[in-house]
């Protein structure tokens, strides 16, 4: 059995699941109540080995920043985390960081929030994962490019390991590509098909009702 594990970079899966619903018509919609965990195991046919899941973590943080005038996204957000977990995927939360920085035209600072620590604690979950002996092959699931230089450790202190990229609808990354021999793309249309029911009943028989505007 090929133990494969699924490392799914949130945000970055976030956008592509909006460029995906803009690009089939859907105007923002239809693609966010998404079933990671049924839509990881539709890949495991192409991994090979007979690929089985033996765990899925999502990495993610919750906005809290912009919630003065987005009052429901956090609810949103943590509404649809309760569906991952009840379909077995681990989540992981970061923050959202202020930072000052100088506008370009006036000189004055102007504030801004940073997504921190999600790229590391995927980074770090990689690696554990491989020193624990959790499983034969990993799947990132993410467009960035920031989480190379843990892959290339990885693969130079676990040679008897496959890591992967499972690149997101229009995350394509060339350099992504190259560096691993094990890449798959996801079609938009594959979102469409693995969304979660509306309602979702969770095996303790809470019903959670997909957001409006998802």
Known sequence: MNRTVFLIDGFNLYHSLKSASQDLGLN??????????S??????HAIGGNA???????????AKHIEAFKPD?????????ECLKATGTSVELSRFKKKQIPCSHCNQKIKRYEEKETDVALAAK??????????????????????VPAVKTAQRLFTSKTIGFLLPYKRH?????????????????????HQ???????PSGISLVKPPSW
């Open 52 to 62: 089985q899941i033996a765990a899925v973590h999502y990495f993610s943080a919750l």
């Open 126 to 147: 990689l690696l554990e994962i491989m020193v624990l002996d959790q499983c034969d092959t990993v799947l990132l699931l993410t467009g960035d490019t920031d989480i």
């Open 173 to 193: 990354n060339q350099e992504l590509v190259k560096l691993c021999s094990l890449h798959i793309e996801i079609k938009r249309d594959a979102y469409t098909r």
């Open 196 to 202: 979660f029911p509306d309602p979702f009943l969770t």
């Open 39 to 44: 839509l990881c195991k539709s890949y495991l």
């Open 73 to 81: 996204v956090v609810k949103r957000h943590l509404l649809y985390i």
């Open 28 to 37: 923002g919609k239809g693609t966010r109540w998404l079933n990671i965990h």
